[in-house]
């Protein structure tokens, strides 16, 4: 696999290093689109394990992860699920979104992310001891979810947890030049206009574009679509539906690209 393209903020590799040498789980707390997934693909290349990323929601029954019977002709065959698979194999098992998860499939991480290290399959009797290897992170948006109401503090204390936010200026402009395929001016630009559009929080926006978005943008622009056109689909339109906030928005384009 290639190395998956990764600027580092600050020290995280460095602690997450730590923790999978320690077996300690991790918690990726951050915005949308801020870099958590692809930090966890550059770990998992980086420490040479395997990566079983899981998305949770709120039907996501601690059968769907720990495995469950299958019908098969005429015979039940046991299947691991996505979290037995990972500890038997030694990989790293990222949950994405787990304050969506209910609290009865999230307990069955427990047993995983203390001492133990174990996962019971109730159904077949088997207890698995997890590979070396194995290593659990998880991720979430503190902001527009239901908030850590939802993550006992009996979860919660199983991670070490390390804070994300959108990179700061001048790596965020070097992302957008090897992701997006903009040159340099282009992105400086983009990212002047980002910061002001994300100083509109104060006035309202819920959301503000992350660098996800700023990407998309860049790659539109990258692809021949005009400046302001590309700025106007990429970064404004997916934000709000306010037509007071997407005017003022606009504004803050046109002014960036007159
Ligand atoms: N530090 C970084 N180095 C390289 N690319 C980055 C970095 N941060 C963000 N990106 C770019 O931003 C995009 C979105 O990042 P990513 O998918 O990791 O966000 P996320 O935090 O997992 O979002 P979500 O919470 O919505 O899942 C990536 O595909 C990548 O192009
Ligand atoms: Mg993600």
Redesign the pocket.
């Known amino acids: 696999m290639a190395e998956p393209?990764?600027?580092?903020?600050g020290d995280e590799v460095a602690v997450f290093e730590q923790c999978h040498a320690h077996q300690l789980a991790v918690m990726l707390k951050?915005?949308?689109?801020?870099?958590?997934?692809?930090?966890v693909e550059y770990m998992a290349w980086r420490l040479g394990r395997p990566l079983i990323t899981v998305s949770c929601h709120d039907d996501l029954s601690a059968g769907d992860l720990v495995g469950r019977y299958l019908i098969h002709h005429d015979d039940t065959v046991w299947q691991d699920g996505p979290l037995a698979s990972a500890a038997r194999h030694g990989a790293i098992c990222y949950l994405?979104?787990v304050v969506e998860a209910r609290q009865d499939t999230v307990v069955v991480l427990h047993s995983l992310t203390d001492y133990r290290r174990t996962l019971p399959l109730e159904k077949t009797g088997e207890l698995i001891h997890a590979a070396a290897g194995f290593q659990l992170v998880v991720?979430y948006?503190p902001g527009y979810q239901r908030m850590l109401k939802d993550m006992k503090p009996s979860t919660r204390q199983r991670f070490v947890a390390l804070d994300?936010d959108f990179?700061p200026a001048e790596?965020e402009i070097a992302?957008l030049v090897h992701?997006g395929g903009v040159d340099a001016g282009t992105a400086h630009a983009l990212v002047t206009l980002t910061h002001k559009l994300r100083g509109l929080q104060d006035r309202g926006l819920a959301e503000v574009p992350?660098?996800?978005l700023l990407?998309a943008t860049a790659k539109l622009i990258a692809g021949g679509i005009p400046l302001r056109r590309a700025c106007y689909a990429g970064l404004v339109a997916p934000l709000s539906d306010d037509g007071s906030l997407v005017g003022a928005m606009r504004d803050l384009v046109d002014l960036s690209f007159a």
């Open positions: 393209y990764y600027i580092p903020s951050g915005p949308t689109g801020c870099g958590k997934t692809r930090f994405d979104e991720s948006n994300f990179p790596r992302i992701e992350s660098t996800r990407v």
